[in-house]
């Protein structure tokens, strides 16, 4: 159980840190102030390293070990649908509270979207642990490159709006449910039926897929401009390599 949630702590542990970067005042200057499109670019290598995880390490093996692809379609509707809709009424929100970047990609929706990929991924990966599998390197790799940016361009707008304690606290909670996650589908879900793993791996899929096109590349390429999209293809090498390298 601690294994487990040592794990999930660890994959999720880059949100924090790329909160910490974003408010520390050199890098904020760095990559904000004065030269925004290397947060865009940031952005992008994200998006790239996320859709990797998506192609490689989620739906995939969620495909494969499918009796019928019920349980992928379920899940990955639901996972779609359910970050659409948390992100319109976070949208609203935003639109009363002026959290929303002028490029519309919204601080919040980019949490939101963290919350909803990190939460079944880390009990996936108590579930794996439980059934006597190594942990993925690949797939840790991937989420901790990828949570790096979606922290930093999310962290400025939170802050500038509810402080950098609050900010702080609200991705490290992130952080503690990822750890619980991973524990909790470690010690309860060890008899679970294959279609819940399943399930839970298409969700956090189709999650990603609908913040990718709302949220981070559009935003990516709104500061990283036209450089953007080779960021997302290197980010999206890089992933695929550890994939196919573990």
């Known amino acids: ?7 999930g702590a660890v994959s999720a542990s880059a949100l924090l840190l790329g909160a910490l970067l974003a408010l520390a005042p050199a890098i904020h200057r760095w990559l904000v102030a004065r030269h925004e499109w290397r ?20 739906f995939e093996e969620a495909v494969n070990t499918s009796a019928n692809g019920l349980d992928v379609a379920i899940g990955f509707a639901v996972g779609a649908i359910t970050f659409f809709v948390g992100d319109e009424l976070l949208d609203r929100l935003v639109t009363r509270s002026g959290v929303a970047a002028d490029d519309g990609a919204s601080p919040l929706g980019i949490m939101l979207g963290a919350i909803l990929d990190g939460i079944p ?3 996936v990966i108590g579930i794996s642990l439980l059934a006597g599998e190594s942990v993925s390197v690949a797939v840790v790799a991937a989420v901790f490159l990828s949570n790096i940016p ?13 402080g950098a ?13 990822s750890a619980l996650a991973a524990a909790l589908g470690y010690s309860l879900l060890g008899g679970a039926p294959p279609w819940l793993t399943i399930g839970l791996q298409a969700f956090a899929a189709g999650a990603i897929l609908v913040m990718l096109t709302d949220e981070m590349i559009p935003g990516a390429h709104a500061k990283g ?4 999209g080779l960021a997302t293809a290197l980010g999206f090498a890089v992933a695929a390599l550890l994939s196919f390298g573990s």
């Open 225 to 228: 401009h036209t450089a953007a």
């Open 121 to 123: 991924e880390s009990v």
């Open 165 to 177: 304690r609050f900010t702080l606290a609200a991705w490290g909670g992130v952080v503690a449910a």
């Open 39 to 58: 947060l865009g670019l940031l952005m992008a290598f994200g998006a790239g390293v996320l859709v990797s995880a998506v192609a490689f390490d989620l």
């Open 150 to 162: 979606e922290a930093i361009s999310s962290t400025p707008g939170l802050a500038a709006r509810w």
């Open 1 to 7: 159980m601690l294994v487990a949630g040592f794990w």
